[in-house]
């Protein structure tokens, strides 16, 4: 297996962790009664006024009630499971695996460069960049083996 194909891999293993933490933290949220009131909590108050992330993370949730909460939590773990899946069927070369990075990933493309033209950042530009790169590199990997598929 190539090594880009194994840098995918890799790459959506990181995603994954990413989103079940995310989904974790915000399953606790849901469970804790108190978490909607962190701000309001002496330590992370003081974590919060210090750090302008924690801040607009804080006020964010304060948006959502807990079965909101609870669903967005059920969300990103399921989207952190489907990328432990596809890097699981990616490192072992799977065209399912590849066929499912594909369509995941095209899936956000559009999102992407919505987001692009109405807020502008770089940050965004590397997303989409990246992404683009994963998505076409599948394609010609799938291509590729249904060539020789085919020349057999």
Same mark, same amino acid.
């Given at each position: ?5 194994? =840098?995918?891999?890799? %790459?959506?293993?990181?995603?994954? =962790?990413?989103?079940? =933490? ?14 909607? #009131? /962190?701000?309001?909590?002496?330590? %992370? &108050?003081?974590?919060? #006024? ?9 006020? /964010? ?18 989207? &952190?499971?489907?990328? @432990?899946?596809?890097?699981? &069927?990616? !490192? ?6 590849? !066929? ?21 950042? @770089? ?20 291509? =590729? ?8």
């Amino acid at each position: 297996m190539s090594k880009s194909l194994k =840098t995918i891999a890799c %790459l959506k293993i990181l995603r994954g =962790t990413i989103a079940i =933490t995310i989904g974790m933290s915000l399953f606790l949220v849901y469970r804790n009664s108190e978490a909607f #009131s /962190w701000i309001d909590h002496p330590q %992370l &108050g003081s974590l919060a #006024s210090k750090d302008p992330f924690l801040q607009m993370l804080f006020v /964010w949730l304060e948006n959502f009630n807990q079965e909101q909460i609870l669903s967005i939590a059920i969300l990103a773990s399921l989207m &952190g499971v489907l990328r @432990w899946v596809e890097a699981s &069927g990616i !490192w072992l070369n799977k065209s399912w695996a590849h !066929w499912l990075a594909v369509f995941s990933g095209f899936i956000y493309i559009p999102f992407e460069i919505n987001e692009l033209i109405h807020r502008f950042s @770089w940050l965004m530009v590397l997303v989409l960049l990246i992404n683009t790169i994963v998505v076409t590199y599948l394609l010609y990997v799938l291509h =590729t083996k249904r060539l020789v598929k085919l020349s057999l």
